[in-house]
Structures are given as C-alpha cells and as structure tokens.
C-alpha cells in the first residue's frame, strides 16, 4: 500500500474538511471554526500565495496533511515558511506517512528559497517532539506568546 504525497487540489475539499474537522477537534479539542470557514482557508492556501497544504493519500483516502504559511522574516529579509499543522489518523502516527509530510514541507521550504522552516508544537505533544528530533530538528530557545 504506497502512501502519496501531493498538494492539495480543489477535488479534496470536502475529505480534507473531514480531515481537519479530527484535527482541530478531535485531537486538540479546538471549537470547529465551522466548515465554511474551513473552506475558504483551504481555497486561499490552493492559490499557494499564504500557503500551500499537502496531503497524504493512501487507497484514495486522505489519511494526513501539513500545512505551510508564508511570513517575512526581518532578521533574513526574507521570506520564512511556517509550518503550522502536521497530522495524521491515529493509524498512520509512528509511521513513515509522518515523516514524509515533514520532508515534503522541508522540501518546498528549499525549493522556493526560504532560508528555513519553522514550526511550533503543543508542550503535551512528545509523540511530535520525538519525530521532530528524529527527523533533525532543533529545539528553539525563543519563548512562544499569544493574545486574544
């Protein structure tokens, strides 16, 4: 059973809908932002002017994505890739399907000249910090805030 790696195209809306519904909810007990809102994110990122999403298709399901977005970085005068989501079903987690997202997310970080990828995970989350570590990441020393 080969595992595909590919960006998001218009066909996967509602399976990739489904998807982040198990995401948000499901895995990080997050309010559904609702699907309309959900909708407009995944059409805005297929344009892959704020981002692009990939996903991970097996036996035409999709079982996992990533997301990048794109922000400037002062210190490099350039532009930076945030990855912002990594998830895969239950089934699929300790897998190669995990590490394929990350590379496939590393690889367009390069390809478009971004000088590096970064990303934040949740302190409870060791599963991602542990395939993080293995894949070669560093763990940052900047300090994480936020403010609604």
């Known amino acids: 059973m080969t595992v595909i790696i590919r960006t998001t195209q218009p066909e996967d809306l509602i399976p990739l809908t489904a998807l982040m519904h198990e995401y948000v909810?499901?895995?990080?007990?997050?309010?559904?932002?609702?699907?309309?809102?959900?909708h407009l994110l995944?059409?805005?990122?297929?344009?892959?002017?704020?981002?692009?999403?990939?996903?991970?298709?097996q036996d035409n399901?999709?079982?996992?994505?990533?997301?990048?977005?794109?922000?400037?970085?002062?210190m490099k005068a350039e532009r930076?890739?945030?990855?912002?989501?990594?998830?895969v079903v239950e089934a699929f987690r300790?897998?190669?399907?995990?590490?394929?997202?990350?590379e496939q997310c590393q690889q367009y970080t390069r390809e478009y000249g971004c000088p590096y990828m970064s990303w934040i995970t949740a302190e409870t989350n060791v599963r991602a910090q542990q395939l993080f570590?293995?894949?070669?990441?560093?763990r940052g020393a900047w300090v994480n805030y936020s403010i609604t």
């Open 133 to 138: 570590e293995r894949l070669g990441a560093t």
């Open 61 to 74: 399901q999709l079982i996992g994505f990533s997301t990048l977005y794109f922000t400037y970085s002062t």
């Open 94 to 102: 300790d897998s190669e399907v995990e590490t394929k997202l990350f």
């Open 25 to 38: 909810v499901g895995f990080y007990n997050n309010l559904w932002p609702g699907d309309e809102a959900i």
């Open 80 to 87: 930076v890739a945030i990855m912002n989501d990594l998830f």
């Open 42 to 57: 995944i059409n805005n990122l297929l344009n892959h002017q704020i981002g692009v999403q990939f996903v991970a298709e």
